[in-house]
């Protein structure tokens, strides 16, 4: 009863957010989520009379965006032929730099503040300074699969990651349409359609009958499984050899060193092993000829869905109690992320890309304070035909990008690392990364 109470209830609060954004003309101007929408509505809730919810109702949904972050990474690369590395590396190289810069960064900001500052000062956990790229480049998704994580070694955690994840959203959005503005009237852009601009139904987010996208294409007769079914259990798959990895570094790691108290893989998550297991049935279904059974329309809908539930219930599960014994640190560190976006977008960028750098940058800028749909929805507000090389460059770039930044390996690992070894080794080798991309850069800038 329990998960048709919290089913029902993320849906009615999803319902909500989106009739309150279609009635409500200042969010559509902010292109605020309907999903962010529906989670503040349910954190009054919960807030104001969550003890009048059935017992169970609030734990259960806790858990959810831990588990829905695995849907979401295990069809990242499904039904997604991708050219090799090599190529790769030569179509989106100025791209994956920026995007490699401000991930770094956003390490090297945040773990020197909470070592040098904020933990000296206000008692924060040094992992405090994970959160920045944890929550901006990892989003919610990113928190909630670290939740045991967080279980283990640091409870508060979880709610001010949610926190980070939902302030870096709105700061993504906000200040990334007032970039393009910006770049509007310095007439760096020219192909923007400003919101007076779209008609009625672009403004509601919503398409007429006949401009309406395909949302995937069957691949299976329905008579031998449905084709969403056939997809679903493909993701299910990818998730479980993705537990099968985990652990078997788990008891590879105790076989190794049985005498280490200190156990990277314990805590480590599950999310990014989805991805891999993902790559690895897509790879197998490439070399058996058999890809065309995949398609990476129905694994956008299935991983945009996960998504919207999993931010709908991450929101309103927020501890507002934690948050407010943190604010000013949550601050500090947030103000410090966004200038290092903004500073990189304004500075760096125009030397970096040959062509059509805001377009480029402002992908960037959306993904590193919002995640992967920001940063898309921030492209299609200045390059909605998609006539410059950055949609393309975007989407080569993140085949290498996420799986290490961004809720990747590297997201994972960093956050074990501090908790097992402290803040100044993790500090260290992630200045060293930003280095080594500053120095690629230069060399990338020289070539132009």
């Known amino acids: 009863m329990t998960a048709v109470i919290v089913f029902c209830f993320l ?28 989670g503040v509505i349910g954190l009054l809730i919960i807030s104001l009379a969550g003890d009048k919810l059935p017992a169970g109702v609030v734990p259960a949904m806790k858990l959810l965006p831990g588990f829905l ?18 190529s790769i590396f030569k179509m989106a190289l100025p791209q994956l730099c920026m995007g490699q810069m401000l991930a770094w960064g956003q390490y090297v900001i945040g773990l020197g503040l909470a070592g040098f ?71 760096i852009i020219s192909s923007v359609r400003t919101f007076n601009e779209r008609d009625r139904a672009e403004k509601i987010g919503i398409y007429r009958a006949p401009e309406r996208p395909s949302a995937g294409k069957q691949t299976v007769f329905s008579d031998s499984i449905d084709s969403l079914a056939w997809h679903i259990a493909l993701i299910g798959l990818s998730i479980f050899l993705g537990f099968i990895m985990l652990k078997c570094l788990q008891n590879t790691e105790i076989k190794l060193f049985p005498d280490n108290h200190t156990r990277l893989f314990s805590g480590f998550p599950l999310f990014p092993l989805c991805m891999i297991g993902g790559v690895l049935i897509q790879r197998i279904c490439q070399k058996a000829k058999v890809e065309y059974l995949i398609d990476h329309g129905q694994m956008q809908r299935l991983s945009g869905a996960a998504l919207d539930f999993l931010v709908v219930s991450a929101v309103a599960t927020i501890q507002l109690s934690v948050v407010a014994e943190n604010w000013l ?65 975007f989407g080569y770039k993140q085949l290498i990008h996420e799986p290490i930044m961004g809720g990747g390996l590297w997201t994972a690992f960093a956050l074990t690392l501090v908790f097992s070894f402290g803040w100044m080794p993790v500090w260290i080798f992630s200045l060293v990364m930003l280095i080594v991309w500053g120095i690629v850069s230069m060399a990338v800038i020289r070539k132009k």
């Not at 954004?21 to 929408?37: K, T």
């Not at 972050?69 to 090799?84: D, E, K, R």
């Not at 939740?147 to 302030?167: H, M, R």
């Not at 410090?336 to 480029?360: D, H, M, R």
């Open 11 to 38: 849906s009615l609060l999803l319902i909500a957010g989106k009739l309150i954004r279609v009635g409500i003309p200042v969010l559509q101007r902010l292109y605020l989520p309907s999903s962010v929408i529906g």
């Open 69 to 86: 972050i695995n849907v979401i990474f295990a069809a990242l690369f499904l039904g997604s032929v991708t050219p090799g590395l090599k």
């Open 117 to 187: 500052l904020l933990t000296p000062v206000f008692g924060v956990h040094p992992a405090f300074g994970n959160l920045l790229e944890i929550g901006f480049e990892g989003g919610h998704g990113t928190v909630g699969g670290m939740a045991e994580t967080f279980s283990k070694y640091w409870n508060d955690g979880i709610a001010l990651g949610y926190t980070v994840a939902t302030g870096g959203m709105i700061f993504g959005i906000l200040l990334g349409m007032a970039l393009i503005n910006w770049a509007l009237n310095k007439k």
């Open 329 to 393: 640190p949550l601050l500090i560190l947030m103000a410090a992320g966004v200038i290092w976006s903004v500073v990189l977008l304004l500075f760096v960028a125009p030397k970096l890309f040959k062509q059509a750098w805001f377009e480029c940058a402002i992908a960037e800028f959306g993904q590193g304070l919002g995640v992967t749909a920001t940063g898309l929805m921030l492209l299609r507000t200045v390059d909605p035909e998609s006539k410059t090389v950055a949609a393309a460059s």
